[in-house]
């Protein structure tokens, strides 16, 4: 009677571990099916997030969101080195151009077209959310046309090929949603004809 109950004993202890295993299949698949599910996310996340900072394909792309309303041009000459944007001391509370760097030639007036590098980041804290040195392409505004943020249309007017410039832009002449801070190279300054 004695070797009946031992192997009653052992059978449940096999049952009861395989139900252990079974358990630990299962939780481990919901893991894996959460880790699944989370990179998902994450991807879909991300494919938003740079469709919102205008890195899609569509070079005519407009976002409410960063300074790409600006039209994309292709690559022109080499990408001067990403500058290092200083924030300013206090939040800017109308609009402020510092000459970093002099430009040479003609004064870009409101109809001119300039080709400029740009790197932009938050006059709060100095995340960025846009540059143009990453991208390898400036871009291209004519000034004037309504392309581009009031901060930009104001305090380009008057910059110079060659130079490089930093604009604090209050929040009401940038998105609205807080005040920015531009480092901006300026490639180039065409005159409208």
Do not use: C
Request: hydrophobic share 40%; no cysteine.
């Amino acid at each position: 009677m004695g070797t009946a109950k031992r192997e009653r004993q052992k059978a449940n202890r096999q049952l009861r571990l395989e139900e252990l295993a079974k358990q630990a299949r299962k939780e481990k698949s919901k893991r894996f099916g959460f880790r699944i599910a989370l990179g998902i996310a994450a991807v879909v996340a991300l494919v938003g997030a740079i469709y919102l900072l205008g890195g899609g394909d569509d070079d005519k792309s407009v976002s409410a969101a960063t300074t790409t309303t600006i039209a994309s041009t292709t690559p022109t000459g080499s990408v001067p080195p990403k500058p290092v944007v200083s924030i300013p001391a206090e939040l800017p509370t109308e609009l402020k151009v510092t000459t970093l760097t002099e430009g040479t030639g003609v004064a870009a007036q409101v109809g001119d077209t300039i080709e400029a590098h740009y790197v932009g980041v938050s006059s709060a804290d100095g995340v960025e959310f846009d540059s143009s040195y990453d991208r390898g392409s400036p871009i291209s505004v004519t000034l004037g046309a309504g392309s581009v943020i009031q901060g930009w249309e104001e305090g380009l007017v008057g910059v110079k090929a060659g130079g490089q410039y930093q604009l604090d832009i209050p929040s009401e002449m940038a998105y609205g949603d807080g005040p920015l801070t531009f480092v901006v190279d300026i490639m180039s300054v065409t005159p409208a004809t």
